[in-house]
């Protein structure tokens, strides 16, 4: 079993910054997918940007160029900085791992006000 923990999210005004974290525990297998989704209040819950255990990224349109994803395996933990932010981007962020088995968090508010 995997248990993924979100952390840094908040209230920030649009223009500003923000970093969330994921930390994974448990019995991690070494090559997975980990990524960032979020779901607006009425929204489908949609794609923000994955990376590899090798690295490789993958961003929605909507965040290219203002976001960025990365990780440090050796903390078994997923970052996503977020500059620029817009009050669009007020959503509930969920981590996300897929290795074996399909593994979310329990997700972390970010609010942007205009």
């Known amino acids: 079993q995997v248990q993924l923990v979100e952390s840094g999210g908040g209230l920030v005004q649009a223009g500003g910054s923000l970093r969330l974290s994921c930390a994974a525990s448990?019995?991690?297998?070494?090559?997975?997918?980990m990524g960032w989704y979020r779901q607006a209040p009425g929204k489908q819950r949609e794609l923000v940007a994955t990376?590899?255990?090798?690295?490789?990224?993958n961003y929605a349109d909507s965040v290219k160029g203002r976001f960025t994803i990365s990780r440090d395996n050796a903390k078994n933990t997923v970052y996503l900085q977020m500059n620029s932010l817009k009050p669009e981007d007020t959503a509930v962020y969920y981590c996300?791992?897929?290795?074996?088995?399909?593994?979310w968090g329990q997700g972390t508010q970010v609010t942007v006000s205009s």
């Open positions: 996300r791992m897929i290795s074996v088995r399909d593994y």
């Open positions: 990376i590899t255990s090798g690295g490789s990224t």
């Open positions: 448990g019995s991690i297998f070494s090559i997975n997918v």
